[in-house]
């Protein structure tokens, strides 16, 4: 396979590929959430008997790693590519090494390690064991096999790729600083570097993050978005307008999100202090739970048969 | 003669589990085998980051036929009992055995198992040993129920007779044994079929697979030091690295770099720490400046470039990783320069230490105010003493530190020295953390002792006093090892230091812990817990190097002769006058009258144990307790004879109450030096 001379031809080589492997090739969930994990297409559909197999990008956001667009690597604002697949198949780790082929790294000179890495996400009350995946010593992804979500244990087990795609596409495009990475093919009459697209926008979030966001507003969001999402499933399964039973997990999930991610904006502010985070990180959990309560209990989330 | 060999090969399985996981295989296979009576020869158990194998050495064929016999009901008893015995062991009525007892005629049973095939054994065995396989964490994946540390892709085993290989008929969770296993999984990953031990190592080996860690441990320490050589460099000494790295790696390759110039003036534990910790690299050393100037990357695999684009995309990764480090240390060096390391360290005060012991700025205040109450005791200026409290927790505020927490104290020297600190101080702030394992020694500069004596008290204090002691199960904030290095800074130095004091309200529990800890540490120098325990009613207790002392002469005395019967005498004396106290319901505990006293040996007695008292009074006054060991062994003599020539039950009441009391003053004068009563045997 030949080299990919852009940020953007990584990304459109690996939705080919997913595509090519039968995974249905979804788009971003459109809420801010702080890594691909956090889409439903992930955490809800790992729960439950149904097959599953779903790839796509995921702007992600992490409020504490802005650095006004100066650092090389760390930006408040990136993507993940994230591959879901359930029940996990016995290749997957064929699959994904054919996946690094697929974006030009040549196996037969580069050294790739899988290296032990637990993953668990606390918020989520979820996790998995797997690894993080090294080429050259440098980590391009991570590979997990999911045995608990939201406090439930995943039966079949869902097996979950997530390449940080900033980081990978710098190693695959031999780029030193991630603003001079070539976001589209650097011989278009408008070629247009990473930095182009998203230094001024690094640079605004980070002041913002950091120094501006409202705190008093953000606290009143997280109370407001925790107990939006405990009314909604505090509402009775059969909807009074159609008659019908409509659990609405997702909805609710959607609140659930944006706790998260208020708790995140709030924790870039520092006015979480170490022993109220844990209080948070409990308060969002408890959230995640009953959404995936919530998600077994529709449709989507039962067997083929009970639905 | 047969042999067995398995192969568990699965998806990468974590280097820290690899060593355990080839003993438990070993382990496991081999009681297995035996609770079946199936005999074998040597066996070996080896792990790669792929597969778990073992081998057998001289299997059996057939586990020996077996004879059985059990004892039924007598002939005469109740039919169901006879009916219930058939059932049991399953032989027909006829086929019983009538053998005459004492009282009649018994039923037995008389069960002859065959011996069975060895592959159906292992068959079972093995299917149990995976099953129950003891994996610190394990998963299951795709649809299955199986749980393994990760997924488990084949199983290969087989018993080879000279030329011949049978299969072990096994099937778990979908997965049949068969004779096949896989090469690397990059350089040779198609599958390979063996026939036997030998022939599996060497087609391994052919398809770029060292099978024994031992051997790409020892391939890995040779080429590392050849690289270093190469470039006048020494490997530093990493023996957990190099476990672990063997264990990442099924084909090591060898590929040595140099650190770029810029990161040159980095500490060199930063150094090595990023590199060891993020990336796995060995570090070199210039042997004449101490500084790390090379590393070396275990690949694992051989490429056409012979490594060169394996290495490019490594030293990239570190270049990356120690532009972090810099910026680091140098915001880290621009925050002591303006502020100070007490500047650095006030960020503390708003990291909570624990929820219910306040913040790390309230700790750094209490170790403040213990140190200075110890650094006189310890030979330190309490001043420097204080101030080093003061600053040896403030490179937990640092970035390094957060960066990598194991850096912790030596950062804080790195800082103290920058911040023109005294070398003393500086000392302290890497010091104070020490002994780090029962390896690691523990501080002696006085002013480190100081510091270190008062961050563990506060410790153990601090959690005693919310009632988080260590349990069975659990010692989350490593309290025994905060005891034990209060323990091993006392007596190695020699620091004469009363702890109830510094223990304050806890100070009667907290040291009953330190007793037991204490007795755990001296158990590994040969001294008795029981000689520990005859030692503590004595006062002084809670000096440590005091009470060792006491029981190291109590314990050699003991080993002498006149120890050995004294301690005699001493029980003969103490049983006596409980038994005559049980049973006239008095106590004879009044000072007896030498006036009384009709026998030389009686008379001689109270002469020695006058002169006794005084000389081991004296001799404890003076903490010389050898002394009083050789003044109470003064008195074996007089006691034997006493023993000998004197009955105590004397008719004359008031003679035996005198000899009661005179024995009662026995055991109170040998109890001014140890409790007795405590030591064990006969």
Redesign the interface.
Known sequence: MSAPRSFQEIILRLQDYWARQGCAILQPYDMEVGAGTFHPATTLRALGPRPWAAAYVQPSRRPTDGRYGDN??RLQHYYQYQVLIK????DL?ELYLGSLGAIGI???????????D?WESPTLGAW????EVW????EISQFT?F?QVGGHDC???S?ELTYGLERLAM?VLGV?HVMDMPFNDPAAPIALSYGDVFRQAEREYSRWNFHVADTGMLLRHFEDAEAECRRILEQPQTDPATGRRIVMAHPAYDQCIKASHIFNLLDARGVI???ERQAYIARVRALARACADAFLATEAGQGAGEG | MPELLIELLSEEIPARMQPRAADDLGRLMTEGLAAEGLTHGPVRAFVTPRRLALVVEGLAPRSPDRVEERRGPRTDAPEAAIAGFLRATGVAREALEVRPDRRGEVFYAVLRRPGRPAAEIVAEVLERVIRGFPWPKAMRWGEGSLRWVRPLRRILCLIADGGAAQVVPLTIDGIAAGDLTEGHRFMAPEPIRVTGPADYRERLAAAHVLLDPAERAARIEAGTRAAAAARGLVPVEDRALLTEVAGLVEWPVVLAGTIPPDFLELPPEVLRTSMREHQKFFSLMNPSTGRIEGFVTIANRETADGGAAILAGNARVLAARLTDARFFWENDLRTVREKGLEGMARALDGVTFHARLGSQGDRIRRIEALARRIAPQVGAPTDLAAEAARVAKADLASQMVYEFPELQGIMGRYYARAAGLPEAVAEACAEHYRPLGAEDAPPTAPVSVAVALADKIDMLTGFWSIGEKPTGSGDPFALRRAALGVIRILLEGGHRLALAPLFGQVARDLLAFFHDRLKVHLRGQGIRHDVIDACLASPGNDDLVLLVARVRALQDFLSTEDGANLLAGWRRAASIVAAEERKDGVEYSFDPDPAFAEEPAERALFATLSEAQGRIDAALAAEDFAAAMAAMAALRAPIDAFFDQVLVNAENPVVRRNRLCLLHRVRSVMGRVADFARIEGS
């Open positions: 090389p690597n029940p996990s198949p016995p780790q040549d196996m037969a000179l580069h050294d790739i390690r899988f290296v032990e637990d998995g064991l797997g690894w080429c050259d010593g440098m096999y045995q039966h079949p087990v097996g190693y030193d202090s170490p022993t």
